[in-house]
């Protein structure tokens, strides 16, 4: 059985690590004349346990400067040439990067420990080790990482000072209110993780432990659980993270079934340093995977763009920028942001955002913001009814998402304040998170 598995995982790898060397190739052909320099190493992690990695380095270094220095660790389940297309496009704009394989899965050593305190002294051995045998400037470090990786890198900047900036893509703050929300266990998140886990890696007896008391429902080990997650949190050492004053870059999709946004947003509002949140349409990880395999992303785009600034000092206004970036599932690249909206559409055109369908999420985010001040509408469109009727927009307020509200006084002829009807492929996008966003809209964002 242990024979079969391994063959399975060996052949798995191999086309995995194909697939996506072949993305590399393919996205990154027209600079193949100065390629940066690839190397396959082994890293001694914190108790001994090998940690396979790849280093790429700029193609013009020639150990006469430093470079700052990028740590990828990889996905869950993923294989070490996992970031390679990134790695290869950072290197081009003078990083070097590090990407490792966690411990746990394919040929690294170990145990998968989810994020545990091995994982956390993982990555500041795989630091110590660049800077050590890497072109790496000790005082500008970043972290990024897709899913599992988003995660790791958050735990790791809250216990490792020496990191300057963080790109979480798709990944988690709070692992409990990720997968045991309001006290329910997401069985099919989990059963995910786990399937995959076993798949590609070896889960240590603890883990086997709580993957079995999480299917069972076991509630007289809920607090062990908890606890276990909380460990595994960086929602939990958010205090530590804002005094080592890392810029933290949250991505993640609106749909993500495996680490909801709403846990993103929560946690966003607790950073007190360099913060930025985007919410794309999709489900776990898809906004970025096209970009692992070499393809434009703008998820890896902004990523990119916020190490040139945290780590380059590169004046490239996204420090200016809204904190909050959302992309909707409208048609074109639309953009809202919590002082307005971008729509690509023509130039001098604009127009009122829609309301939202009537659910019971739109009816919680009008029953929050009815007790919000007026700013708080106008910081949030794409969440609140539109003042379409004339005599409601000249009273300066939202007329309400149900037709038929009374006017304000003072309305021509008493007219009935009732919005009109949106164009279908005008619709806005709507989702439960909206109602987080309108409570939270006048606090301090």
Same mark, same amino acid.
């Given at each position: 059985?242990?024979?079969?598995?391994?063959?399975?995982?060996?052949?798995?790898?191999?086309?995995?690590?194909?697939?996506? %060397?072949?993305?590399?190739?393919?996205?990154?052909?027209?600079?193949?004349?100065?390629?940066?320099?690839?190397?396959?190493?082994?890293?001694?992690?914190?108790?001994?346990?090998?940690?396979? /990695?790849?280093?790429?380095?700029?193609?013009?270094?020639?150990?006469?400067?430093?470079?700052?220095?990028?740590?990828?660790?990889?996905?869950?389940?993923?294989?070490?040439?996992?970031?390679?297309?990134? /790695?290869?496009?950072?290197?081009?704009?003078?990083?070097?990067?590090?990407?490792?394989?966690?411990?746990?899965?394919?040929?690294?050593?170990?145990?998968?420990?989810?994020?545990?305190?091995?994982?956390?002294? !993982?990555?500041?051995?795989?630091? !110590?080790?660049?800077?050590?045998?890497?072109?790496?400037?000790?005082?500008?470090?970043?972290?990024?990482?897709?899913?599992?990786?988003?995660? +790791?890198?958050?735990?790791?900047?809250?216990?490792?000072?020496?990191?300057?900036?963080?790109?979480?893509?798709?990944?988690?703050?709070?692992?409990?209110?990720?997968?045991?929300?309001?006290?329910?266990?997401?069985?099919?998140?989990?059963?995910?993780?786990?399937?995959?886990?076993?798949?590609?890696?070896?889960?240590?007896?603890?883990?086997?432990? +709580?993957?079995?008391?999480?299917?069972?429902? !076991?509630?007289?080990?809920?607090?062990?659980?908890?606890?276990? &997650?909380?460990?595994?949190?960086?929602?939990?050492?958010?205090?530590?993270?804002?005094?080592?004053?890392?810029?933290?870059?949250?991505?993640?999709?609106?749909?993500?079934?495996?680490?909801?946004?709403?846990?993103?947003?929560?946690?966003?509002?607790?950073?007190?340093?360099?913060?930025?949140?985007?919410?794309?349409?999709?489900?776990?990880?898809?906004?970025?995977?096209?970009?692992?395999?070499?393809?434009?992303? !703008?998820?890896?785009?902004?990523?990119?763009?916020?190490?040139?600034?945290?780590?380059?000092? /590169?004046?490239?206004? %996204?420090?200016?920028?809204?904190?909050?970036?959302?992309?909707?599932?409208?048609?074109?690249?639309?953009?809202?942001?919590?002082?307005?909206?971008?729509?690509?559409?023509?130039?001098?055109?604009?127009?009122?955002?829609?309301?939202?369908?009537?659910?019971?999420?739109?009816?919680?985010?009008?029953?929050?913001?009815?007790?919000?001040?007026?700013?708080?509408?106008?910081?949030?469109?794409?969440?609140?009814?539109?003042?379409?009727?004339?005599?409601?927009?000249?009273?300066?307020?939202?007329?309400?998402?149900?037709?038929?509200?009374?006017?304000?006084? &003072?309305?021509?002829?008493?007219?009935?304040?009732?919005?009109?009807?949106?164009?279908?492929?005008?619709?806005?996008?709507?989702?439960?998170?909206?109602?987080?966003?309108?409570?939270?809209?006048?606090?301090?964002?």
């Amino acid at each position: 059985m242990r024979t079969g598995r391994n063959g399975l995982r060996a052949s798995t790898v191999g086309a995995v690590a194909t697939a996506l %060397i072949a993305g590399m190739v393919v996205g990154l052909a027209p600079a193949a004349q100065a390629a940066p320099s690839v190397r396959f190493v082994d890293i001694s992690g914190a108790d001994g346990t090998v940690l396979k /990695a790849n280093v790429v380095t700029p193609a013009d270094a020639d150990g006469s400067r430093t470079y700052p220095l990028v740590v990828l660790p990889t996905s869950w389940g993923f294989p070490q040439v996992e970031y390679l297309a990134q /790695a290869r496009k950072l290197a081009d704009s003078g990083y070097v990067v590090l990407s490792y394989n966690v411990r746990g899965f394919w040929q690294s050593g170990g145990e998968i420990e989810v994020a545990g305190p091995p994982d956390t002294a !993982d990555a500041s051995k795989v630091i !110590d080790w660049a800077l050590a045998n890497t072109p790496a400037d000790e005082a500008h470090i970043g972290m990024a990482g897709v899913s599992y990786g988003a995660g +790791i890198s958050l735990l790791a900047a809250a216990h490792d000072k020496r990191i300057k900036a963080v790109a979480a893509l798709s990944g988690w703050a709070d692992l409990i209110g990720s997968i045991y929300s309001g006290r329910t266990q997401h069985v099919q998140a989990g059963a995910v993780l786990d399937g995959v886990g076993a798949l590609t890696g070896r889960e240590s007896p603890e883990l086997r432990q +709580i993957f079995d008391r999480f299917y069972a429902g !076991d509630l007289t080990h809920e607090q062990e659980m908890i606890d276990w &997650g909380r460990k595994r949190s960086a929602a939990t050492y958010v205090d530590r993270l804002n005094r080592n004053g890392a810029a933290v870059l949250l991505a993640n999709a609106w749909g993500d079934t495996v680490f909801p946004a709403n846990q993103y947003a929560d946690f966003y509002q607790k950073l007190t340093g360099p913060k930025r949140l985007e919410l794309r349409p999709g489900d776990h990880a898809t906004a970025e995977l096209p970009g692992l395999f070499g393809l434009p992303n !703008d998820v890896w785009t902004d990523t990119g763009r916020w190490f040139d600034h945290y780590l380059k000092g /590169a004046d490239n206004g %996204i420090d200016r920028e809204q904190p909050v970036q959302l992309k909707s599932r409208s048609a074109g690249d639309t953009r809202a942001t919590r002082t307005g909206s971008r729509s690509a559409r023509p130039a001098g055109r604009s127009r009122s955002p829609v309301p939202p369908p009537s659910t019971a999420a739109s009816t919680r985010a009008r029953t929050a913001a009815s007790s919000s001040s007026p700013a708080s509408w106008t910081r949030w469109p794409s969440c609140r009814p539109s003042p379409r009727s004339r005599c409601c927009r000249a009273a300066g307020r939202p007329s309400g998402s149900r037709s038929g509200t009374p006017p304000p006084s &003072g309305c021509a002829a008493r007219r009935r304040c009732t919005p009109r009807s949106p164009r279908p492929r005008r619709a806005a996008p709507w989702s439960p998170i909206c109602t987080t966003w309108v409570r939270s809209a006048s606090a301090s964002w």
